[in-house]
Structure formats: structure tokens, C-alpha cells
Nanobody, 115 residues
């Protein structure tokens, strides 16, 4: 099992920045990918950004150039630096870690972008 501590969400004005953090504890031996997801209009969770154990990154087209994912291996923590936030970024952001046969989710942290 894996447990998460997510933080960094909040209310910000359009154009502002936030940094999300997610620390995972537990059995992380088989984890290959760490990422952030948010709820899509169709109610499925969509990938926002992902980083692998060899530091390869993937981003949703809508956040490229604005969001940056990073990982601190020593702390088992990933970060999502979100710049130039837009109202469409308003959502609950979920931390996710997964391997070939395992897939764990955090409870989410709310990001609200509004003037």
C-alpha cells in the first residue's frame, strides 16, 4: 500500500502561480511513474503531468510551457509548479503513482483560479 500527503492547492488569481507537492510513503519499490491528474469534463481523470523513474516527463497539451513536474527521490516527493494559471485549470488535482501491476491515488488537492 501507498499513502500520500498532498499540499499546495488554493485560490489564486488568473496569471498567478501555485506549487503542488505530493509525498508518498509505503511500498514504493515497484513504482515506475509519478504524476498529477485532474478530473476531465467527461468525469474521467486526465493526465496533467507525469515523470518516470528515469526523469522522463509527459505533459498535457493544455499545460505545456506553463506547468513543470519535478521529483525529489530522497524525499519520495513530486512537485507540480503551475505558472500563468487560467480559470480552466480550476479542478481537484490528484497525485498518482503506478507500476506495471499497481496504481495508487491520493485524495486530491483543490486548485481554484478566479478573480
Amino acid at each position: 500500500q501507498v499513502q500520500f500527503v498532498e499540499s499546495g492547492g488554493g485560490l489564486v488569481q488568473p496569471g498567478g502561480s501555485l506549487r503542488l507537492s505530493c509525498t508518498a510513503t509505503g511500498n514504493l519499490f515497484s513504482i515506475k511513474k509519478w504524476g498529477w491528474y485532474r478530473q476531465a469534463p467527461e468525469n474521467e481523470r486526465e493526465l496533467v503531468a507525469e515523470i518516470t523513474t528515469d526523469y522522463s516527463t509527459t505533459y498535457a497539451d493544455s499545460v505545456k510551457g506553463r506547468f513543470t513536474i519535478s521529483k525529489d527521490n530522497a524525499k519520495n516527493t513530486i512537485y507540480l509548479q503551475m505558472n500563468n494559471l487560467k480559470p480552466d485549470d480550476t479542478n481537484i488535482y490528484y497525485c498518482n503513482v503506478r507500476g506495471y501491476v499497481v496504481n495508487f491515488w491520493g485524495k486530491g488537492t483543490l486548485v481554484a483560479v478566479s478573480s
